[in-house]
């Protein structure tokens, strides 16, 4: 994903949060990319293979950010390690200790993250009090940003804050730690799609495979082209809805890789027709669909909502309400060519 971002033209500072496999030593090197420090192992052979000669062609050495196992127990270096890691990390040719980090297990239980806060500035007194020059420090996420007593330091890591969203655990019961900044978040992203297929359907037919959903009147079905394969998951059959014309309307049978169907037999005014937009994430009028309304009835989060939404789905980027540029696996098409690009693309929900 960095090497990607770098070849989109993205000259920002980019960080892995996770350690990488050796060998990509060189690339991240080349491409300025900063790289993790989360196991000892790891550690090691990277700066074997960043300290190569034949891997090194390009000027500046190879960023490392320690991050510090604090209580979240999915990576980093224990706090009574971190003297010893950084110091083999400065004694490396070619590779510099550029950022010191954890990550919050859960932001909005004070207690707990006291606890991480206290072990991560454990750590960063044992680098001081070995003469080892702090570099930068982050511990904040999104939810970290939301929450009383946010940790800014020297910088903070927002993920799904970037999507409009506020996270799962600070909704509800857990909202009351949330700060006013969450209030002012609006969701950036809808997920629309037009039906390449309406039909009248007799009572006693089955829609899609199984079948899970028969009818059980005459009614109009309304095919809409996207389904697992773009991260509209199987779990959602018979679970879900979409709106049309503003109204919610039920999709039906189970979830085929590229397709799921609307019942949209009580929709008010003239017959739903393929020239009909519908929202499976978003608003119209006063009828919304959320991240968060999705994740509930998946068993998830908001955050693999959002994630899952596969590559295949056309992008269409907005500033106001002007579309800028359209992304397909074709590629980027700039503001010129939106106008098709995005009536192509909810049309057909494909390349």
């Known amino acids: 994903e960095a090497v990607e971002l770098r070849a989109a033209g993205i000259r920002r500072p980019i960080l892995v949060l996770y350690p990488i496999p050796p060998a990509l030593a060189p690339v991240a090197r080349g491409e300025r990319i900063a790289v993790t420090a989360g196991d000892q192992a790891l550690l090691e052979a990277l700066l074997a293979a960043a300290a190569d000669e034949r891997g090194t062609g390009q000027d500046g050495p190879l960023e490392v950010q320690l991050e510090v196992e604090t209580g979240l127990g999915r990576g980093g270096i224990a706090v009574e390690n971190v003297v010893e890691t950084a110091r083999t ?7 510099a200790l550029t950022g010191l980090w954890t ?32 570099p930068p420090r982050h511990v904040a ?65 089955g829609i899609s495979y199984g079948p899970t959903f028969t009818t059980t009147r005459a009614s109009r079905i309304a095919t809409l082209p996207l389904g697992y394969g773009d991260g509209w998951p199987r ?19 189970n979830v085929a890789m590229d397709a799921v169907m609307a019942d949209v037999t009580d ?27 999705l994740a509930g009835r998946r068993g998830t989060n908001s955050w693999e ?27 980027l098409h700039r503001a010129g060519d939106a106008g098709a690009d995005e009536t192509a693309a909810r049309r057909s929900m494909r390349p």
Do not use: C, K, M
Not at 89 to 95: A, D, N
């Open 89 to 95: 990390i400065e004694r490396s040719r070619g590779v």
């Open 103 to 134: 990550h919050l297990q859960a932001a909005e239980d004070a207690e707990r993250t006291s606890a991480q806060v206290e072990r991560f500035d454990a750590a960063a007194a044992r680098l001081d009090g070995a003469g080892i020059a702090l």
């Open 141 to 205: 996420a999104s939810g970290g940003l939301l929450t009383e007593g946010v940790l800014a330091l020297d910088g903070v890591r927002p993920g799904l804050a970037t999507y409009g969203l506020i996270p799962d655990e600070l909704v509800g019961a857990g909202g009351a730690a949330a700060t006013i900044q969450a209030a002012g978040l609006r969701p950036v992203l809808t997920l629309h799609a037009r039906p390449v297929r309406v039909v009248d359907l007799p009572e006693g037919w």
């Open 235 to 253: 779990s959602l059959s018979n679970r879900a809805s979409a709106l049309v014309r503003g109204t919610r309307v039920p999709l039906v049978g």
């Open 267 to 293: 929709v008010p005014g003239s017959p739903v027709t393929i020239d009909d937009e519908f929202a499976l994430i978003g608003s119209q009028e006063r009828e919304r669909i959320t991240a968060a309304d």
């Open 305 to 331: 909502v959002v994630t899952n939404l596969a590559a295949r789905l056309p992008r269409v980027y907005h500033a106001a309400s002007v579309p800028q540029a359209t992304r397909t696996l074709a590629g």
